[in-house]
């Protein structure tokens, strides 16, 4: 069973991981545009919220807590993403 989640947390660090490459690599490709910076971005933060929230939904570890750290994470993200870049 240990090993099962194991490899279900690698498999999900990979996609995370994969998709925020990806994202930054974007980001370096469109520096004269911090608008597009931005919305890039900001498709990663939530990214990263939805499947971290939809993660522990199916791990039944979802709690408020959980969520409104998440949430808050992301919030914070935003509002100093929004400072750097725009």
């Known amino acids: 069973m240990k090993k ?15 998709f925020a490459l990806a994202t930054m690599f974007a980001v370096l490709n469109v520096t004269t545009l911090p608008q597009v910076q931005f919305l890039l971005i900001m498709s990663l933060i939530f990214f990263y919220l ?7 939904f199916l791990d039944k570890s979802l709690s408020l807590e959980v969520m409104l750290e998440y949430i808050l994470t992301a919030l914070l993200s935003i509002v100093v993403l929004y400072g750097v870049l725009l």
Request: charged share 5%; glycine share 4%; no cysteine.
């Open 4 to 18: 099962v989640l194991l490899q279900l947390h690698r498999y999900n660090f990979f996609i995370i991981f994969g």
């Open 50 to 56: 939805s499947w971290a929230l939809i993660y522990h």
